[in-house]
């Protein structure tokens, strides 16, 4: 009984007001519909608002119709679902490790994917179907030698972190002897080092779509786990939760998260590390909100960037991955100031 009265008392010091949370979630659903139609409906071919509801929801028949089906809504979605699946990855990795630096890219996650995935376009390009398997594999490989590197009479979350980094720059290492070795046949291979959503349609969509729903049930349901986390491996064994096993666990979740993402646009950065930041600094550290804020926040971002990347140079396109570079830096960088004050 004491333990969970004292469960309750310390949970509850992480918890944002419910009307609070539920604002900032309507808000930040507002601006994934914005950044939605602002990229659905801008390009070479404008198309308003009315129009995509029409086409979208009312099957109409009209001039644009393939544009809006074929090309624009597709690539939009994908880059949601993949915004959402990075964001929610750093935002399980943050809360696992404790360190709001951490994210997939960083920690070696994304890297193992990358790595699995460049092997298959460059190597095997006939096995593209399997990619997002196979890229689940590499990142699950990746965890598995970070875990073993760290582990030492249990797992500490600066250990991570740490044979994360180590790991990422080995396997980063990798992929650039490839790239050098097989250099007349990495075409595909440069988009998907940068991260890009051209020619991305229902194919991809169908791809990722499953372990964004099943990533996304889990980690909500994992919320909890990631607030008694936050108190420490011993508060957290003292209020009966299985710290090896959570951490295992949302870790295992983080890497099929981020291998979807990883394996439909390639290495993608900053998404997991900036917005699971940006979303902390608006509702809080509770994470029955900071997931879903998470999510929301990097699918809008990521759709947002995808749609200055086809405008600014336009009708030159840049991948997302340059254009998110470009806006991340700076804007983590003043994070970190306005955090130093």
Same mark, same amino acid.
């Given at each position: 009984?004491?333990?969970?009265? &004292?469960?309750?008392?310390?949970? /509850?010091? @992480? ?6 949370g539920? $604002? =900032? ?8 519909i #914005?950044?939605t139609?602002?990229? +659905? ?18 099957g ?6 393939? +544009? ?19 964001a929610? !990855? ?5 809360g696992?490790?404790? /360190?709001? #630096?951490?994210?997939p &890219?960083? %920690?070696g ?6 790595? @699995?995935? %460049?092997? =298959?376009?460059?190597?095997?390009? &006939?096995?593209w ?5 196979i ?8 965890a598995a ?8 009479d249990?797992?500490?979350?600066v ?19 490839l ?7 990495? /075409?595909?291979? $440069?988009?998907?080092? =940068? ?8 194919p991809? $969509?169908?791809?990722?779509l *499953?372990? !964004?729903? %099943?990533?996304?049930?889990l ?7 990631? /607030?008694? #986390?936050?108190?420490g ?14 951490? @295992?666990? $949302?870790?295992a ?7 979807s ?9 900053f ?5 699971p930041?940006s979303?902390?600094l608006?509702?809080g550290?509770?994470?029955r909100?900071l ?6 926040l ?7 960037c995808?749609t ?10 840049? *991948? ?11 804007? @983590?960088?003043? #994070? ?6």
């Open positions: 009984m004491f333990i969970r009265i &004292h469960m309750r008392m310390v949970i /509850n010091a @992480f918890r944002v007001p419910m009307s609070k539920v $604002l =900032v979630i309507v808000a930040l659903t507002a601006a994934v #914005l950044a139609g602002f990229s +659905i409906g801008t390009g070479a071919v404008r198309i308003s608002l009315s129009e995509i509801w029409l086409y979208v929801f009312h109409y028949d009209g001039p644009m119709k393939e +544009i809006v089906w074929n090309i624009r809504l597709p690539r939009t979605l994908v880059g949601t679902l993949v915004g959402a699946n990075l929610l !990855s750093g935002a399980l990795l943050q696992v490790m404790r /360190n709001s #630096l951490a994210d &890219h960083i %920690i996650v994304s890297s193992g994917a990358g790595l @699995f995935g %460049i092997i =298959v376009l460059i190597l095997f390009p &006939h096995l179907s399997m990619l997002t398997p890229a689940f594999l590499g990142a699950s490989g990746a030698i970070i875990y073993l590197l760290a582990w030492k249990g797992v500490q979350p250990r991570l972190i740490l044979a994360g980094v180590a790991v990422s720059a080995f396997l980063g290492s990798g992929i650039s002897a790239l050098i070795f097989f250099s007349d046949r990495v /075409n595909g291979a $440069l988009v998907f080092m =940068v991260g890009g959503l051209s020619a991305k349609s229902w991809e $969509l169908e791809i990722i *499953p372990y !964004s729903l %099943i990533g996304m049930s980690a909500f349901i994992g919320s909890s786990h990631l /607030n008694i #986390l936050a108190l491996d011993s508060n957290a064994r003292g209020l009966g939760l299985s710290v090896e096993a959570a951490r @295992f666990f $949302l870790t979740l983080a890497t099929l998260l981020a291998a993402a990883v394996s439909v646009v390639g290495l993608l950065g998404v997991g590390l900036i917005v930041h979303a902390r608006l509702i550290s509770d994470y909100f997931l879903p804020a998470s999510v929301l990097g699918a809008a971002v990521v759709t947002f995808d200055l990347a086809r405008l600014m140079f336009a009708p030159l396109e840049l *991948p997302v991955g340059i254009m998110m570079g470009a806006l991340g830096a700076p804007f @983590f960088l003043y #994070l970190l100031r306005r955090e130093a004050r």
